[in-house]
């Protein structure tokens, strides 16, 4: 029997990405078997889908780093059939064949059974994405920051970590900046909660070393100067969660936001969590997502849209979450 997938495969430096038929004897190692019911695109599959170095590591491959489904057979003692799954980076789309196949077989220990309220479909239309803004919230609440605490900035307000950051502060209680590059997306933002909304061109040259705060604490996936221009303009005592690299993989500051205003920059890796930092964030998910609003955000697409899905996502024009129906 087959499955459908998309696999990626390499000549030279020539990546392709096309659908194809797989059969089980073809699927990575592992001791749980699923059968997937969605998948997503972050902008590390757009990586990945345009062949760029350091995602996927071993071709052919199938990418995709997240997918949801159902547990169909199991030799880890955690998972039986019938289990709602979701997993969220580990080594799919890198070493092992990842979320853009029907089937899938995979490491247990990568895997965090959904909460209860949250269907397989809503998994992925946090994915990633989501969950690493998720971990980004967490993290500002281990450095203090309440919604006592002032305004907090999200840059890259309209892709999906900013989204979903946005949606899980406002209904937190926080007063949210959005930073974006399409203002014509103000209402889009204002309805996930953000209160401002402010020109990413503010943020995305070079800048002074501090200057005067704006923020208690920041959200960023975007990195290069406007990571350094975020902490800049950071209050006392504040915290940014610096999550993603958008603009770029340097940081173009200085030492002064951390030696005199005493802000903690925490780095956050959605990718190796431990096990409990997972299952903790998928609770706070599960509490903290309005399911409405994050409907808002979703575009669904079968498995043939994925490629270019993929470019758009590089390119800077997807909006929200984009949500792989692998069956469809």
Same mark, same amino acid.
């Given at each position: 029997?087959?499955?459908?997938?998309?696999?990626?495969?390499r000549v030279?430096r020539?990546?392709?990405?096309?659908?194809?038929?797989?059969?089980?004897?073809?699927?990575t190692?592992?001791?749980?078997r699923?059968?997937?019911?969605?998948?997503?695109?972050?902008?590390?599959?757009?990586?990945?889908? +345009?062949?760029?170095?350091g995602?996927?590591?071993?071709y052919?491959?199938?990418?995709?780093?997240?997918?949801?489904?159902?547990v169909t057979?199991?030799?880890?003692?955690a998972?039986?059939?019938?289990?709602?799954?979701?997993?969220?980076?580990?080594?799919?789309s890198?070493?092992?064949h990842g979320?853009?196949?029907?089937k899938?077989?995979?490491?247990g220990?990568?895997?965090?059974?959904?909460?209860a309220?949250?269907?397989?479909?809503?998994?992925?239309?946090?994915?990633?994405?989501?969950?690493?803004a998720?971990?980004?919230?967490?993290?500002?609440?281990?450095a203090?920051?309440?919604?006592?605490?002032?305004?907090?900035?999200v840059t890259?307000?309209?892709?999906?970590?900013g989204s979903?950051a946005?949606?899980?502060?406002?209904?937190?209680g926080?007063?949210v900046?959005?930073?974006?590059?399409?203002?014509?997306?103000? +209402?889009?933002?204002t309805?996930?909660?953000?209160?401002?909304?402010?020109d990413r061109?503010?943020l995305?040259?070079p800048?002074?070393?501090?200057?005067a705060?704006?923020w208690?604490?920041?959200?960023?996936?975007v990195?290069s100067?406007?990571?350094?221009?975020v902490?800049?303009?950071?209050?006392?005592r504040?915290?940014?969660?610096?999550?993603?690299?958008?603009?770029g993989v340097?940081?173009?500051?200085?030492v002064?936001?951390?030696?005199?205003?005493?802000?903690?920059?925490?780095?956050?890796?959605?990718?190796?969590?431990?096990f409990?930092?997972?299952?903790?964030?998928?609770?706070r998910l599960?509490?903290?997502?309005?399911l409405?609003?994050?409907?808002m955000?979703?575009?669904?697409?079968?498995?043939?849209?994925?490629?270019q899905?993929?470019?758009?996502?590089l390119?800077?024009?997807?909006?929200?979450?984009?949500?792989?129906n692998?069956?469809?």
């Amino acid at each position: 029997m087959t499955f459908k997938a998309l696999l990626a495969t390499r000549v030279e430096r020539t990546v392709t990405v096309e659908q194809v038929d797989l059969s089980d004897d073809q699927l990575t190692d592992g001791n749980v078997r699923i059968d997937v019911d969605y998948s997503t695109v972050n902008y590390k599959d757009g990586l990945a889908l +345009a062949g760029r170095p350091g995602v996927i590591q071993t071709y052919p491959l199938v990418p995709g780093i997240d997918l949801a489904g159902t547990v169909t057979q199991s030799s880890h003692p955690a998972y039986t059939a019938g289990d709602r799954v979701v997993l969220n980076g580990w080594g799919l789309s890198q070493t092992y064949h990842g979320g853009y196949a029907q089937k899938a077989r995979v490491n247990g220990d990568w895997l965090v059974k959904l909460p209860a309220g949250i269907s397989t479909r809503d998994a992925m239309a946090i994915g990633t994405a989501g969950y690493t803004a998720m971990l980004s919230v967490l993290a500002l609440e281990h450095a203090g920051l309440t919604p006592d605490s002032g305004t907090v900035l999200v840059t890259g307000a309209n892709g999906g970590v900013g989204s979903v950051a946005i949606m899980i502060l406002a209904k937190l209680g926080y007063r949210v900046i959005a930073s974006t590059g399409r203002p014509e997306e103000a +209402a889009y933002l204002t309805a996930l909660g953000a209160s401002d909304i402010i020109d990413r061109k503010t943020l995305s040259e070079p800048g002074p070393p501090i200057a005067a705060p704006r923020w208690a604490g920041a959200v960023d996936s975007v990195g290069s100067h406007t990571l350094a221009n975020v902490l800049a303009q950071t209050d006392y005592r504040g915290a940014v969660a610096a999550c993603g690299l958008a603009q770029g993989v340097d940081l173009p500051g200085s030492v002064f936001p951390f030696i005199l205003r005493n802000v903690t920059l925490a780095g956050i890796d959605s990718v190796n969590a431990p096990f409990s930092v997972r299952t903790r964030a998928w609770e706070r998910l599960a509490a903290d997502v309005d399911l409405a609003k994050l409907a808002m955000t979703v575009t669904e697409i079968g498995l043939a849209g994925v490629p270019q899905a993929g470019r758009e996502i590089l390119e800077g024009r997807i909006r929200g979450r984009t949500v792989v129906n692998v069956n469809a």
